[in-house]
């Protein structure tokens, strides 16, 4: 069987661009009669190429999926419900188990991805710390790497805790429940920044069809495939194939969100589910590709080799000499397929204008000699520009897997060039790597201001259209490969030219700047994934059951370092290389008449109160925090406007976690800011209540934090 890989934001299968459909499987009671080589040939039959598992499957079920020519995607289920900080032995057996199953499993054909982990709940995510959490689940993904390098591997997390997402994974992976088709549009492309670089893959979507129709099951589930791939994601799971489902311990027979029914008969869904092809039925308009270059002669025929195999039935691709001084003359006039135009060394904005000049295309697409562009680009950009009114469109630059220090360190450098956004789909600034426009937008602008040389030009550009009152809209899908600086050296003279272009934008558009730098509206995404760190502010809503728990940032998102190279002094290294670049930037633009460096300005949060209590409850019918929030509320107790607590009374907080186990043994953490008497009544009330109070795991482990 071919293997999967990732490429870009897309997966391969056997080396070629690869939608995933994908099935839950399982886990099933053990009188449900499921027969696994019967059910796969029915799965493989509905046109579904992959099953997703929640445990880490056994030889006989993968072979079995194999022979039916499905890739298996299993979730590896341990106790993460639980503290397992406070617990440790809870995540060193988690660990041991995946990498000793991967040891034993890791090669066989029948596997396709792993997860190592679900939905870790928000409250004990809280409780345990999210930038701790989403640490150890990033140890666990880099242990799976060291065992099978080839499998990709990530954690599939859903909204409310979407911060939790690793900076190591190879691809991103959400639970996601929406029945509104324009809401889940919506939040895949919200999902697109939370990834950065990598693929997004739909890990879970389904509807109960006991409180549904069986038909509008059916459609909603053909959307959702649908939706999945026109939003560029690289898969999508459908939850789940049987009404059977095995959890907690029991037979859940109040749900049923299979595509088959606990007899074994197929739902109306299994009839309509459509086509994935990357195929686009719209009229599409003609393109021309415009790379300019100056003594480009080493990058243009990577660069050439993939604008001429571009996967769009009417485009053209024109090059602009820019007085190279190499040989890059006698490379392009060897070149067929291309048109070229010659220059007197000019300045890339002038180059960039005389393309549009001969350019025959509706659409102008821009990238830089230094760029591969993806097979799908120009169909990826057609799609935004023929379902909207945008003037320009452009996407992400990826950086390709480095292959040495030095490149690995200037990959990860800050400043490099990147989009800006003002919402998901809307941007404020698309890079000229990467900028597609209509020609009767660029003629209305005037096209690039020849007073750029070397960079500026296309912040400049943007901002043009933008007072134009025309909009740019974003592509996740349509991506280019971007080689960054081989050198530190080289990369530090980018910046410097960068602070030389900041300086004329200065001086042409003050208003835009603040102390010491461009004063962006937007978000600026530098293609590294969203997840927390320590310090940052995660909003979790009033009584912290916010369906959707966003953060906010205190600090500059941008890539890390590459896991082969992610070392204590490889990144003493990459913070020298930053500092530098950031001095060099502010003083070449200061030196050349703009603002110089900025004043840092402290971000503060409101202080909560200190927790100084802790207390650990447990109830024989298995009731937790949100129960126990109910009855409190019923007292007086109202959400806390402290973004560290959920409940208040008076001068008292509370914040309380329920770990997920088995209804009848889980437990209730419980920190507190209480007096003596305050704490007191709070258990007399949970004792008439029914709970009681025990020991808790946690006590000693956090009692440090008390004051």
């Known amino acids: 069987m071919p293997r999967l890989t990732v490429d870009g934001k897309h997966f391969l299968l056997d080396g070629k ?29 509905a046109g579904f190429d992959a099953i997703r598992t929640y445990g880490l499957p056994s030889l006989e079920l993968l072979s079995a999926a194999a022979g039916a020519g499905l890739l298996v995607i299993p979730t590896h289920a341990w106790a993460h419900g639980c503290d397992f900080f406070a617990q440790p032995e809870i995540y060193a057996t988690a660990k041991k188990d995946l990498v000793s199953w991967l040891a034993s499993y890791g090669d066989h054909l029948g596997l396709g991805a792993v997860l190592v982990g679900n939905e870790i709940p928000s409250d004990m995510a809280r409780w345990m710390g999210p930038a701790r959490v989403r640490e150890k689940i990033d140890e666990l993904i880099l242990a799976a790497k060291a065992v099978t390098p080839d499998i990709p591997v990530a954690y599939a997390s859903f909204p409310t805790t979407e911060y939790l997402e690793p900076l190591h994974a190879d ?34 979507f389904g509807l109960d069809t006991q409180r549904n129709p069986e038909e509008q099951q059916q459609e909603l589930l053909a959307s959702a495939l649908r939706i999945s791939h026109e939003e560029a994601l690289c898969g999508c799971a459908l939850y789940a194939w049987s009404d059977h489902w095995w959890n907690n311990d029991r037979s859940m027979d109040e749900w049923s969100f299979g595509l088959t029914r606990r007899d074994g008969s197929a739902k109306p869904v299994l009839e309509n589910l459509p086509e994935t092809s990357d195929s686009f039925s719209g009229e599409l308009p003609k393109i021309s590709v415009i790379i300019c270059t100056r003594n480009g002669a080493d990058r243009l025929p990577l660069c050439l080799k993939a604008a001429k195999a571009l996967a769009y039935p009417d485009f053209e691709v024109i090059v602009v000499n820019d007085g190279s001084s190499d040989s890059t003359k006698d490379l392009l006039d060897r070149m067929d397929g291309i048109r070229v135009l010659h220059l007197e060394a000019s300045g890339l904005s002038l180059a960039r204008n005389r393309g549009a000049a001969e350019a025959s295309g509706e659409i102008f697409a821009f990238t830089d000699d230094d760029c591969e562009v993806d097979q799908h680009w120009l169909t990826e950009l057609a799609r935004i520009f023929t379902t909207t009114s945008h003037a320009a469109v452009g996407g992400p630059n990826l950086s390709p897997d480095p292959d040495g220090l030095a490149l690995a360190l200037t990959t990860a450098a800050p400043g490099a060039p990147t989009h800006v956004m003002l919402s998901d789909r809307e941007a404020e600034h698309l890079p000229g790597c990467n900028i597609a426009v209509r020609r009767e937008a660029f003629e209305r602008v005037e096209g690039f201001d020849e007073i750029f ?128 670049s950031f001095i060099l930037r502010c003083w070449t633009r200061k030196r050349r008449g703009g603002p110089g460096r900025p004043e840092r300005t402290p971000l503060f949060f409101p202080k909560s109160a200190p927790v100084n209590r802790l207390l650990t409850l447990a109830h024989p019918r298995g009731h937790g ?54 704490f007191a009544q709070l258990k007399e009330r949970c004792l008439r209540a029914g709970f009681r109070v025990v020991k808790g795991d946690c006590d000693q482990l956090y009692i440090s934090k008390l004051t």
């Not at 919506?186 to 879970?204: M, N, T, W």
């Open 625 to 678: 925090r949100h129960e126990l929030y109910a009855m409190l509320q019923l007292g007086g107790w109202m959400d806390c406007s402290e973004n560290d607590w959920d409940l208040q009374r008076d001068h008292t907080r509370l914040f309380a976690a329920t770990e997920q186990v088995p209804n009848e043994s889980r437990r209730t953490f419980i920190r507190l800011h209480a007096s003596d008497a305050a």
């Open 453 to 580: 040389h070397t960079a500026g030009d296309d912040v400049d550009f943007c901002w043009k259209l933008r007072d134009e009152e025309m909009t740019l809209g974003f592509s996740p899908g349509a991506f280019v490969w971007h080689h960054r600086r081989a050198t530190p050296w080289r990369y530090l003279k980018q910046q410097m030219g960068y602070g030389h272009a900041e300086a004329l934008l200065f001086k042409k558009h003050p208003h835009r700047f603040g102390e010491g730098g461009i004063r962006w509206a937007g978000a600026v995404y530098q293609g590294s994934a969203l997840g927390v760190q320590t310090g940052d502010f995660i909003y979790t809503g009033p009584a912290g059951d916010a369906p959707y728990q966003s953060l906010s940032l205190t600090r500059q998102p941008v890539r890390g370092l590459a896991a082969c190279y992610d070392r204590p002094f490889t990144r003493v290294l990459l913070r020298v290389i930053g500092w530098l």
């Open 171 to 204: 691809f991103t992976a959400f639970n996601i429940y929406l029945e509104d088709p324009q809401a889940l549009k919506d939040y895949l492309a919200r999902l697109h920044h939370i990834a950065g670089d990598r693929p997004v893959f739909l890990a879970e």
């Open 17 to 45: 661009r690869h939608f995933l459909r994908c099935v839950t499987y399982g886990p099933f009671p053990t009188d449900a009669g499921m027969d696994d080589a019967r059910e796969f040939a029915r799965i493989a039959e």
